[in-house]
């Protein structure tokens, strides 16, 4: 009752400052409390976080989450079938699909469709990559891949907030939201949690801003889509014929009135929202600054692929590492393009051709700049697709949720090493399985979070992002 009773209080407060005229917007407000009103409340540190976290000493201070939204193709990535090569335009044995789901392909007839590329072994360990992907083969000593990856929801939509949130259960926290509530941040200039999309390729599927909302937990947690164009964050300018000096005069006024009013109440939201208007103040400047691409060197543009003023996932993965530069803590970069049920190999070759190199040039430049070990990276879609062949303009894959491949690197992670197996044809897990909440228990670990100890109460239950059935932290991919 007292985290509903907070929550309708920051609902009244949110509604008298988003009339005040100040101009600063909602989204950007909300996501700059990070964790000022817990440290009024619950005596916290300036820039947020639970006392007591984190549990252990963290491996890695941060995340950046690298989604290819749409559902990339293990079979045509990470996960070589020989078998399955053999046996291309063969009836796909019914022993493997009788009573799956399996989407579209549902009383068709189902053949199996080969790997539609070369595989070749890169790094000290061999690791099997497709020709697909030729920059990120030259990263293989520093990536884990996990060929074994399960999740439940085989939609793209559901699938999504499964892997934001842990469950199927629209407006619930996301991952991002719980970590940065659970740690705070370590800017008090830039959002906590930053997200940045782009799109190119086959059926772009939308991106519903819940995905990374904060559900229950107080708003200050929500993620802050910064745009590829235009304004980095709505309404963060002044409004029109309002100088600078102008707007802090009135955000001080508006402070003198909540330090009154605070004197008389002593209401911890108050605090939090004078804070607020310091830090959203601040934004004006930051994030200017952060979206400007033009101080970095040639090298690096000409490294990434990054274009000033762009919108391309190549911007957004330099922008993750000037993110993570500045102190943001959960950084997701969604790059929409990868729903291939057709004319698979034309558009593997447009999405790869826009994120193979940058995602290469990342890893590379933090790296270089002795970043890597204490960031967290992330790379994989919502699911997978299936080894049935599915044909909309030459051959496609559909949706596939029982044996998919994902791939972390940096703090806390064995690099040069497959984990897990699909069975001969690609479509169960078979040894070594990780469950979406296994992913999200093993990130929470590096991060210094015991996942079993870590949740708020919520209808009367202790919920968490790993939800109440079982999690297990991969260890066997941990340094």
């Known amino acids: ?92 044995p019914e022993s493997f699909t009788k009573g799956q789901p399996i989407a579209q392909l549902q009383g068709k007839e189902l053949k199996c469709q080969g790997p539609l590329t070369r595989f070749r072994k890169y790094g000290r360990n061999g690791q099997e990559i497709s020709d697909f992907l030729p920059w990120t083969a030259k990263i293989a000593d520093d990536i884990c891949i996990i060929r074994s990856m399960v999740t439940e929801q085989i939609n793209h939509d559901p699938a999504h907030t499964f892997m934001n949130t842990g469950t199927v259960i629209s407006g619930r926290p996301s991952m991002g939201s719980w970590i940065t509530y659970g740690l705070g941040s370590e800017t008090e200039e830039l959002p906590g949690f930053v997200v940045l999309t782009s799109v190119g390729g086959r059926n772009p599927q939308p991106i519903a801003s819940r995905q990374w909302g904060t559900g229950f937990l107080p708003t200050r947690y929500q993620g802050v889509q910064f745009n590829s164009t235009g304004d980095p964050v709505n309404y963060l300018k002044n409004p029109a014929g309002i100088s600078d000096s102008q707007q802090k005069q009135l955000i001080e006024t508006v402070q003198k009135l909540d330090r009154y009013r605070n004197t008389r109440v002593t209401n911890p939201e108050i605090e939090t929202r004078i804070a607020a208007y310091e830090m959203a103040f601040k934004m004006q400047t930051s994030v200017p600054e952060l979206m400007d691409l033009s101080g970095e060197t040639r090298q690096t543009l000409e490294m990434y692929g990054a274009e000033p003023g762009a919108g391309s996932y190549a911007n957004n993965c330099l922008l993750a590492r000037r993110l993570a530069e500045r102190g943001s803590r959960f950084i997701h970069l969604y790059h929409r393009g990868w729903d291939h049920h057709g004319d698979l190999v034309r558009y593997m070759n447009t999405c790869c051709g826009l994120t193979d190199k940058p995602t290469w040039a990342l890893i590379n430049d933090l790296k270089q700049r002795g970043m890597l070990d204490e960031t967290l990276v992330i790379w994989g879609g919502e699911f997978g697709r299936t080894p049935m062949f599915q044909g909309k303009g030459g051959a496609g894959r559909d949706h596939h949720i029982k044996g998919f491949s994902m791939w972390m690197a940096g703090g806390g992670i064995k690099g040069g090493i497959t984990y897990g197996e699909t069975d001969e044809l690609g479509y169960n897990s078979v040894e070594n399985i990780v469950h979406v909440r296994d992913l999200h228990a093993t990130m929470l670990h590096l991060l210094g979070i015991n996942h079993r100890q870590f949740s708020f109460e919520f209808q009367g239950l202790d919920t968490r992002l790993t939800g109440v059935e079982e999690a297990h932290i991969v260890d066997q991919i941990l340094t």
């Open 1 to 92: 009752m007292r985290n509903w009773n907070q929550f309708q209080t920051g609902l009244n407060r949110r509604t008298f400052l988003n009339n005040t005229g100040v101009g600063l917007g909602a989204a950007a407000l909300g996501s700059l409390l990070n964790g000022e009103q817990l440290a009024a409340a619950k005596k916290t540190t300036a820039m947020g976080g639970l006392p007591g976290l984190p549990h252990i000493a963290p491996k890695a201070k941060r995340v950046i989450f690298l989604c290819m939204a749409g559902g990339p193709t293990h079979l045509e990535t990470f996960d070589y079938k020989p078998k399955l090569a053999e046996m291309d335009g063969k009836p796909f």
